[in-house]
């Protein structure tokens, strides 16, 4: 068997060319199915860490235990690796604005408690003794309570109860509930702390969650990790029997990602992609190294008929080309994993502030980076070898089949009837003798011309398709999240300060690091109602609405409007007229809507106006305020008047649930009033429709109005309850940070500050990942096709010497022979791109099908890849002929024909 090894090592050096090019076709296959499998583990790995900062780390929490209770489950529980509880020392009045919130639920943590659970510290430090307290920051943007670090709080807290009996964080806040058992506690402010995730602090849960340690409470929550968190589920079915009434939650999205789910599983769903891309790949590697050893054989097939007349037996034919495969396996599979962690690699080092829109809120606080796992490279090398010796055997069993008589005359590999080749007269009149030949060549060996062309084919419809993929995924997020340029969004939701004017409070925000420019905007909303004639025909055809539409009035500062109006060639004069001014409208409505025959929604774009018939009036008609009562509209008819209903401010409650329940509200606790005096009409008018809409609008189906801000009480009747302020930045994280200092300082509240460009951001950092990650790919797998063309063609080639030399002997002129090699690259491409641009075309029309079912798109082809592909094609083609002829150009003809193998 030593001997075979020999003589298969010594085949692969004399044939060096070949040998490097199958494996450079298996590192590349090893390189894609590594970062495949390292990027899929990376991903979840990513995923994981992105739960655990916004979560923590804790896989289940058992909620409302005594201490026996948590005492009896550290001890019996052997599947439990880590513990650590709080204890609920009481709830507590804090004053805040929120009247669906007003208590401070304090929890006392145990010292490793921060190890589980996930707090993210803004400022201080967490509380080592008792009477020391955290809060959280939602205390004061959402409650309205601040406090400094070094405050001292004095507080009563005691037990939430309603008709006696207890309620937890798990029950909203209830009118009626009060609090018992109330003790005097004092504690010290040392820090503040992001607000717990609503896993841990639900959304309807009554209290902001504040942290202490070192005191006794009466409700223990136990937090635990298990041993095998994919078996979450089962394990907790199975504790239900031994702890019986014990109320648990699981941190769902963290063991999603380990695989344990009642429902669609993140982890099955990354890794069924990876399984999809792997066969993809594999489909793509195995024609690659089919094709080496499939040549490699037939250059071989008289050495292996000599040495089958010599007593070669069939299993020493077949084991000496597998054996081929693993002498390549042996270099190509570990240079492959290398190849594959360094670019899967640099990939993520370059992308690892990409991700942050799959954490949400949460945004870049992590960062992506590569997690090289043993199991993931295990799988690469395995399937690698799996694939290569695939793609070996079936030449090697064609090896063995074959007599040692036809073997050595080489009769089976030029079995052909004069009709299998036979070309029509005209492609000899087209393209001359040299034509004829390069089509007599393509039809003598159909299956090695194939692969070529089945190569070029792949790596054409892969290419145009994953173009095509990018840029509709491109247009759909451009269409769904806007594109402003804007940098920082504030929006003020109550009044200024007495004496603090819009000027001098973007000035005072303007001064926060990296503000270019900014300016403010009041608003305000109505329903407008529009004539049936000055309304588009299409909105009202295809949505079946008429009349009434919500409109958004926007008032920008007077110099900014009448900078607008230049922009859009518009006069002043009539947008500034005292008695009636008229609006300038931005009219593109973003609507989600079924049609016919599909069940689900879809995104469509429509101009509500008719543009022809400007200027055009909405009106809009609202009610006459009364205090103490109020109204929805309820009309009745009496002696032939109309007259609306006003019904009592207590009788609020009872008339909701009347109408939630189908019955008729008691009328008899109304007030009509006649609705000539109840009904305010106010009308507004659209002078001009711009083409583009100002940056500071969003997408929406909204029609929005716009005014000169001194215009705002002649509009609206009232004077400006709010104030938007916006900003352009050179640095938005930078600005936003600041800009929040200055309303700390200001003493207002953070809460309205909006980070739009980093909310843009996140939208084209999916994008980019998507197009890095797709593009790679494809050029991975168009690499691996190239490289079979390469090795096709060369080999080819080579294995023709003696065939053109024959042809040159006869009088076949180097002109004529560059000839025909010319019209066979013509062949290849035109043939690959025969079939590969049709298909390429059907792949794109699903791709635009699949988009369509969510929004309102156009076909198209991306015509710049399509060129990019014929030309790639041309381009590979005609080098490889120029590199695989370059030889033979300048080969005798007689010492190529004395040869009779390579």
Known sequence: MNVFHRYTRQALRENRSQTWVTIVGIILSVALFTAVTEGAYSGVRYLIGAAEYTVGRFHGCYQNLTEQQATQLSRDEKEITEQSAWQLVGWGQVGADNDYKPYLRVMSMDPDLPDLLSIRLTQGRLPEKAGEILLPEHLWSNGSVRHALGDTMELELGHRTLDGEELTADDPYTKGETLTDTTSHTYTVVGFYQRLDMTTEPFSCPGYTALTCQEQGYQTDEFFRVAHPSRFYSYMEGNA?????????????????????????????????????????????????????????????????????????????????????????AVGIPLGLLVGCLGIGITLYCLRDSFGFLMGESGNALQMHFVLNGWALLAAAGIGLVTAIISAWVPAKRAVRVSPVEAIRQTKDVKLRGREVRTSRLTEKLFGFSGMLAAKNFKRNRKRYRSTVVGLFLSVTLFISASSFCAYLTDAVDQLGGNSTLGVQLYCSEALPEGVTPEQRLRQLAAADGVESGFYTADSYASLHFAKEDMDPDYCKDTGLEGDHSAAMYFLRDEDFRQLLRDNGLPEEDYFRPDAPQAVAWDMLDIWRSTEGSKYNKLYHYHLLNGSSLPITGTESSYQPMDGWFTTGDRITRDGTEYVLYYPEDYIDDYYTARSEGETPDESRAQAVPASEAVLTRSYTVGAILKKAPDFLRTGDYLYLLYPYSMYETVTGQAPAADAFWFRSSDHAASYESMGQILMELGNSRSDLEDLAANGESQRAMVTVVNVFSYGFIILISLISMTNVFNTISTSIALRRREFAMLRSVGLTQRGFARMMDYECIIYGARALLWGLPASVLVTYGIYRSVAQSIAAQFYIPWYSVAIAVGSVFVVVFATMLYATRKIRSENPIEALKQENL
Not at 258 to 283: D, E, K, P
Not at 298 to 316: P, V
């Open 241 to 329: 029997e031994k702890y019986p009434g014990l109320a648990w939650y699981s941190n769902s999205d963290l063991l999603n990602y380990y695989g344990a789910t009642t429902f669609f599983s993140v982890n099955r769903m990354i890794y069924s992609f990876a399984v999809i891309l792997l066969l993809m790949i594999s489909f793509g590697s195995v024609s690659l190294i089919y094709n080496s050893f499939s040549i490699s054989v037939a250059e071989r097939t008289r050495q292996f008929g000599i040495l089958k007349s010599i007593g070669a037996t069939r299993k020493q034919i077949r084991d000496s080309v597998l054996y081929e495969a693993l002498v390549l396996c």
